[in-house]
């Protein structure tokens, strides 16, 4: 699966986004999972898309 968002769909507001990579951190602990890790990667990448802003996946 790509990093990258699908540019098809609509992009959600970086506030929204925001506001899920909040709750994942708040429902691990503050310790990530591999697949919590996974999620924040693709939820950051989705929050500077939205945002307008750059971040480089991690490798």
Do not use: F, K
Not at 27 to 52: C, I, K, M, N
């Amino acid at each position: 699966m790509s990093p990258y968002p699908n540019t098809s769909v609509a992009v959600r507001p970086a506030s929204v986004v925001n506001e899920e990579i909040r709750d994942l951190w708040q429902r691990s602990g503050g310790l990530l999972s591999a697949d919590d890790e996974t999620e924040y990667q693709r939820l950051l990448v989705e929050w500077s898309t939205a945002a307008g802003t750059s971040v480089r996946p991690a490798a």
